[in-house]
């Protein structure tokens, strides 16, 4: 699955939140709502990263935690790049670009 693609899905299944959020909360998360989600989702999985290495015990298996949690990260991402209106795939490729350039500059000065 592509950036593209994957951020369409993403957005679909933000809608559904959406619904139950109206219901539950009578209203729709904010953006803002949205990136304390990611930093949520982020305390967790820093969790289960000491846990890969020994630092710490999950409550779950981690084999299933782990992928759950980066794929929720990445969701977050998406959805906040929609809402933001970032072409992700654009300004990923854009950065990483700008960044494998100063990094091969800094390489070839040493």
């Not at 994957?6 to 953006?31: F, K």
């Not at 933001?84 to 494998?100: H, K, N």
């Amino acid at each position: 699955m592509d950036i593209p693609e994957a951020g369409v899905r993403a957005t679909r299944v933000r809608g559904l939140y959406h619904q139950l959020e109206e219901r539950l909360e009578g209203e729709r998360w904010s953006a803002r709502d949205d990136m304390l989600g990611l930093v949520n989702d982020v305390g967790a999985l820093s969790r289960l990263v000491m846990a890969v290495e020994g630092k710490w015990k999950p409550e779950g298996e981690l084999a299933d935690l782990l992928p759950a949690k980066l794929s929720e990260c990445l969701w977050w991402l998406l959805v906040l790049a929609d809402r933001l209106d970032v072409d992700l795939e654009t300004a990923f490729t854009s950065r990483m670009d700008e960044l494998e350039a100063h990094l091969r500059e800094s390489i070839a000065a040493e």
